[in-house]
């Protein structure tokens, strides 16, 4: 069940480099996409938010910036991808310290995705999440 994918593969590329509060762009981008797509009405949609969320904010923090957010679709995976300033690897911290703000980027990200990894290009890298796009077509929201 498809809602309003068209069939065949869908890309969408918002530039951040240099751009004001990325966190909230990147989150108003992933939601129209969402919304065009025919999946913001799922529970996973508000996961989908916060996995974008946590990816610009470790970029943000932790990374020289966000370069770029790519958000690519076709009827089997929402593929989310952002590209840094660093080619250093990101590293999840094995067990976040409770009270102790910060270490739960990483852990949230594999929580919430389906698959999620990393790869270099040049002078920075991309970390990229997947979601099954049967999380994002069923299970609508209650109430919506």
């Keep these: 069940m498809s809602v309003g994918l068209p069939s065949g593969r869908q890309r969408r590329r918002l530039t951040l480099a240099g ?11 992933t939601r ?35 370069r770029e957010l790519v ?7 929402l593929h989310i991808e952002v590209h840094d300033g660093t080619t250093t ?5 094995s067990a976040p310290q409770r009270g102790i703000p910060g270490g739960r980027g990483l852990y949230i990200v594999e ?3 389906d698959r999620w990894g990393t790869h270099t290009y040049g002078t ?16 609508m929201a209650a109430g919506r």
């Design 19 to 29: 751009v004001p509060g990325p966190v909230a762009k990147g989150r108003a981008f």
């Design 32 to 66: 129209q996409a969402l919304r065009d797509w025919g999946w913001d009405r799922t529970e996973t949609s508000e996961d989908t938010l916060l996995l974008v969320s946590e990816l610009l904010t470790n970029a943000s923090l932790h990374a020289n910036g966000c």
């Design 71 to 77: 958000l690519a679709a076709d009827e089997s995976v």
């Design 89 to 93: 690897p990101p590293v999840r911290h």
């Design 111 to 113: 929580r919430l995705s």
């Design 124 to 139: 920075g890298k991309a970390v990229w999440a997947e979601i099954e796009a049967s999380r994002l077509e069923y299970g």
